[in-house]
């Protein structure tokens, strides 16, 4: 058990819904991460927070958005979905080194499928 | 441009056997670090062991060690008596500096089946 805690575990929605995935970090990890894991596209980056502000955004649609809530949790929220969107999302938290690598620790991830 | 390369897809292993899983990165940056992570059946990413680029001696975690050839730009994993439990896809990544903050970058995965 990494400590990451994500809700819900699956998801089963339609095209054109919305949906808001939600991630609880370690406890005293500042940093979150969000990924999505396809077939086709592998493991990709989506978006960093870190305390509250978006501090990394990698290949995260527009119709994709996210927030970092004052004690931490963050929520991905997805919109006008597509069957293409259907995949593995991850959140991942880290906290600060002096060493200066930031090790993540991955949630259990949501599997979301869009029919 | 950063970036990770794992050759193999699917690779076989006798139990007890030791296993070596490929993975060779891109990157012009003389600081990054290097990432093993195991994804079984269930989907989970789980963390295995991490390399920093100035580190001199090999990353060892239990049965996982990482052979680190800075000059070759390669970071193999080297799983030693293989398990069942080891049958899974496994990751590379290296946390790259990207866009004013750091990244994971992940491979493609290969996916390893210990035979009994």
């Known amino acids: 058990d990494s400590g990451v805690t994500q809700t819900p575990k699956h998801l089963i929605t339609a095209t054109g819904q919305r949906v808001t995935l939600r991630c609880s970090p370690r406890?005293?990890?500042?940093?979150v991460y969000w990924y999505q894991q396809s077939l086709d596209q592998g493991l990709q980056f989506l978006i960093q927070?870190?305390?509250?502000?978006?501090?990394a955004k990698g290949n995260i649609l527009e119709r994709f958005s996210a927030q970092q809530f004052p004690d931490l949790h963050s929520e991905l929220n997805l919109s006008s979905l597509e069957l293409g969107d259907s995949a593995l999302y991850f959140c991942?938290?880290?906290?600060?080194?002096?060493?200066?690598?930031?090790?993540?620790?991955f949630g259990p991830g949501t599997r979301l499928t869009v029919l | 441009a950063q970036k990770i390369t794992q050759t193999q897809p699917g690779m076989f292993v006798q139990e007890k056997e030791a296993v070596t899983l490929d993975c060779t990165y891109d990157?012009?940056?003389?600081?990054?670090?290097l990432f093993w992570y195991k994804q079984p059946s269930s989907g989970e990413m789980i963390f295995l062991i991490y390399?920093?680029?100035?580190?001199?001696q090999n990353a060892t975690e239990g049965r996982y060690s990482l052979n680190f050839q800075k000059a070759r730009k390669s970071a193999n994993l080297v799983i030693s008596a293989s398990q069942l439990g080891d049958s899974a896809m496994y990751f590379c990544?290296?946390?790259?500096?990207?866009?004013?903050?750091?990244?994971?970058?992940f491979g493609s995965g290969t996916r390893l089946l210990v035979r009994p």
């Open positions: 390399q920093g680029s100035y580190d001199e």
């Open positions: 406890s005293g990890d500042l940093s």
């Open positions: 991942a938290s880290s906290a600060w080194k002096a060493s200066g690598y930031n090790e993540q620790f």
């Open positions: 927070y870190y305390n509250g502000e978006e501090r």
């Open positions: 990157t012009s940056d003389q600081s990054y670090g």
């Open positions: 990544a290296m946390r790259a500096w990207m866009d004013s903050s750091y990244k994971l970058i």
